[in-house]
């Protein structure tokens, strides 16, 4: 079983729908993160949280939101869908104690029709 | 505004010859540089990292060569295989945050 599990995998969604990803973890890290890749630009952080009660936004957070439910889920949530939100998005999670290795789910494709 | 500059874009190397990728970055609060690698259909996998207090990192057919006066680092992998073919990305982080933030990715071929 993965450690890091992200649901739906692929997802098509109208412009204008509200969409949530989630994300679950049995590696037992108290850090969480929400990452999206765009061929050419890498990873851009979107949101991280560092506990249940501690939620940050990373350097594109617009159009997004999150919800940390309890240590080992991170949800991530589109308000209202835009094309441009079309890409692959990740779920990371790090241990604060045992250095910063990060460790990733399998994404979610999303695609913004 | 990219804080890690990453490069070449995609690279093509022989069976058994050395890959070498570029990263550069601006900013000097950054401590801790790994590089992930990704299999298509999978999330990045942490390959190696390093900390700016040495100057190179090896393990196994992977390492990390450090410039921190030039704010530089590359990735060298020896005796390239085709099992390497994916992509790479550099990444950078500061302070005890676990934020990273990534190079724009290099898909690397290796033929057989």
């Known amino acids: 079983d993965a450690d890091v599990t992200q649901t739906p995998r692929n997802r098509i969604t109208k412009t204008g729908k509200r969409i949530m990803l989630e994300c679950s973890q049995t590696k037992g890290h108290d850090r969480m993160y929400w990452y999206r890749q765009d061929p050419g630009l890498g990873l851009r952080l979107i949101y991280y949280?560092?506990?249940?009660?501690?939620?940050n936004k990373g350097e594109i957070s617009d159009g997004y939101s999150v919800s940390r439910q309890a240590q080992a889920k991170f949800s991530l949530s589109l308000e209202s869908a835009i094309p441009n939100q079309t890409a692959l998005y990740f779920c990371?999670?790090?241990?604060?104690?045992?250095?910063?290795?990060?460790?990733f789910g399998q994404g979610t494709r999303l695609t913004v029709v | 505004q990219q804080q890690v500059k990453q490069s070449p874009q995609s690279l093509i190397v022989q069976k058994g010859g050395i890959s070498i990728i570029n990263c550069a970055y601006e900013n000097t609060a950054f401590d801790y540089f790994p590089w992930y690698q990704q299999f298509p259909g999978k999330g990045p996998a942490l390959l190696i990292a390093i900390r700016p207090d040495v100057s190179e990192k090896k393990e196994g057919r992977f390492t990390i060569s450090f410039n921190k006066s030039a704010k530089q680092f590359s990735l060298h992998i020896m005796d390239s295989q085709p099992g390497d073919s994916a992509t790479y990305f550099c990444?950078?982080?500061?302070?005890?945050?676990?934020?990273?933030?990534f190079g724009q990715g290099t898909t690397l071929q290796v033929k057989p």
């Open positions: 990444a950078a982080s500061a302070g005890n945050t676990g934020k990273l933030i």
């Open positions: 990371a999670t790090s241990d604060s104690g045992q250095g910063f290795g990060a460790f």
């Open positions: 949280s560092f506990d249940v009660k501690d939620i």
